[in-house]
């Protein structure tokens, strides 16, 4: 896996601990020589994220719709920026350049970005490793309520393998690497 795409939430959260393993897994990520792409901004975990890839030594790639220039603070340092015109142009360039996914914490934006990956991994548009980055629990709920539908049965069982859950960053890219 050469380049990882994250998304993540454009505030950093109510615990610092949110900021401090998001800054493990920025460092785990260069070390391990793998480029980020994500949403290209400088807010929130996103800009922690990219922010220490960058202090790490490696690459980060920005995908970010024109819209969002004017709303959002686009990050000025990245190795490259690409601006698209739509969400959905975003989503698309994100899953072109990337070999696998990562969620972090993250409100409504960052569950649509994960659910729809999870969904074209289902249909089979895609079979590249996507985990969940559960920091201090925060995937615990969308885990359980996953294991709730699989039993409800609106969600097959082996679905449940479309996705890994970890804690720690070695782990999470450990586990993405053996999927491929």
Not at 13 to 42: C, H
Not at 62 to 72: A, C, N, R, T, W
Not at 96 to 111: H, M, S, V
């Amino acid at each position: 896996m050469k380049r990882i795409c994250v998304f993540a939430g454009s505030s950093a959260g109510n615990d610092p601990v949110f900021i401090e393993r998001t800054k493990a897994l920025g460092k785990r990520l260069a070390e391990m020589n793998m480029e980020l792409v994500y949403g290209g901004a400088k807010s929130g975990l996103m800009g922690v994220l990219a922010d220490q890839v960058l202090d790490s030594g490696g690459k980060v790639t920005g995908i970010m719709p024109s819209h969002l220039f004017e709303k959002e603070v686009v990050h000025p340092n990245l190795t490259e920026m690409i601006q698209v015109e739509t969400m959905h142009e975003r989503k698309a360039k994100m899953s072109e350049l990337a070999d696998g996914f990562i969620a972090l914490p993250g409100g409504f934006g960052t569950f649509e970005e994960l659910f729809e990956t999870v969904s074209w991994a289902q249909i089979g548009l895609h079979t590249k490793p996507l985990a969940l980055y559960n920091i201090a629990e925060y995937y615990t709920p969308l885990v359980q309520l996953i294991e709730h539908a699989i039993k409800a049965g609106f969600v097959p069982e082996d679905n449940r393998k479309l996705f890994i859950d970890a804690k720690d960053p070695t782990c999470l890219l450990n586990g993405m690497q053996q999927k491929q």
